[in-house]
């Protein structure tokens, strides 16, 4: 889909939230490194990307702390961490579909570079970036307020604290240094749900074993195991 498109622009507009005063910043947004590469008189999107993640935690910031006046500086961590990390943003900008307006090279076309978590997620750090450019701060937090809505609700429930800080936290206290996480087996498959077998261990003793299809899925299945070793059931 090209961006050239005053209509496809206006599909992708509409679908933000957001109607751009100058369009070029949003074209330039959705121009990932691998197309500018191949058209060096173009400019690629990553320092609006580097703009935009940096706005992007400040409005969430931001948002969560009216939200939430009795949530702890921990609780508002969490809750940030959940919604800009790379997964959860990829899945935003899939809900958009903003991966058919990205000008990619012909590399990435071949690769499936739309369909990447990777590229989905700087490119909508990217748009954001462009937008604060566009028109200021107000103009993300209003995408923000509007997209995480839900966790900015005043009934939203706290976070859950991540199986691998959980297990940080009780290991230090307890025995005063971190677990360590070893990858124990990688079967190279591309595709194999079992891919990973890790062992996250505590003063040479393994207190936890997983198997996942990412070694970080592994690690946080291995934590979630551990938290009910007996050495660290709390008594």
Known sequence: MSFESSANRALL???LGYRFREPRHLGVALRHSSYAHEHPEEEDNERLEFLGDAVLGLVTAELLFDAHPDWSEGDLTRARRSLVEGRALAQKAREIDLGAHLQLGR????GHGAEKDSILEDALEAVLGAM???AGLGAVKDWAQRVFSEALASEA?????????NLQERVMARYGEFPVYELVGDSGG???AARFTVAVCVKGESFGRATARSKRAAEKAAAEEALSHPGLIDE
Do not use: A, H, L, N
Request: one cysteine or more; aromatic letters at 4%; hydrophobic letters at 5%.
């Open 13 to 15: 507009e509409d679908k």
């Open 107 to 110: 590399t990435e076309v071949k």
């Open 132 to 134: 604060y450019c566009d």
């Open 157 to 165: 429930p706290r976070p859950e604290r991540d199986p691998k800080t």
């Open 190 to 192: 591309e595709e194999d």
